[in-house]
Nanobody, 123 residues
Framework: QVQLVESGGGLVQAGGSLRLSCAAS????????MGWFRQAPGKEREFVAA????????IYADSVKGRFTISRNNAKNTVYLQMNSLKSEDTAVYYC????????????????WGQGTQVTVSS
């Protein structure tokens, strides 16, 4: 089992920045592909970003490319999502996810999910 706990959400003005953190515990963190998803009110959960344990492969949704950066610290069992130039449409609950392959995680078939952290961007 892997437990994921997100933090760092909050209220920010459009154009501002936030950094989300996801602390993992349980099995060997570095074995997992880690990623972020989000779900806005009335919408389906959507993929945001992911990277492999070695950070050799990183992928972003088109809607966040150039604004969001995913990173991880395997020694601290933590993955981060730096969000810059935030827009009102970025408002959502953000979820951390862990999976064994990049393809399955991006498809939403993650093995583990966090409880989510709310990000609200005011215009």
């Amino acid at each position: 089992q892997v437990q994921l706990v997100e933090s760092g959400g909050g209220l920010v003005q459009a154009g501002g920045s936030l950094r989300l953190s996801c602390a993992a515990s349980g099995r060997t963190f570095s074995n997992y592909v880690m990623g972020w998803f989000r779900q806005a009110p009335g919408k389906e959960r959507e993929f945001v970003a992911a990277n492999t344990w070695s950070v050799s492969s990183t992928i972003y949704a088109d809607s966040v490319k150039g604004r969001f950066t995913i990173s991880r610290n395997n020694a601290k069992n933590t993955v981060y999502l730096q969000m810059n130039s935030l827009k009102s449409e970025d408002t959502a609950v953000y979820y951390c996810a862990a999976g064994m392959t990049l393809a399955s995680l991006v498809a939403g078939n993650s093995d583990y999910w966090g409880q989510g952290t709310q990000v609200t961007v005011s215009s």
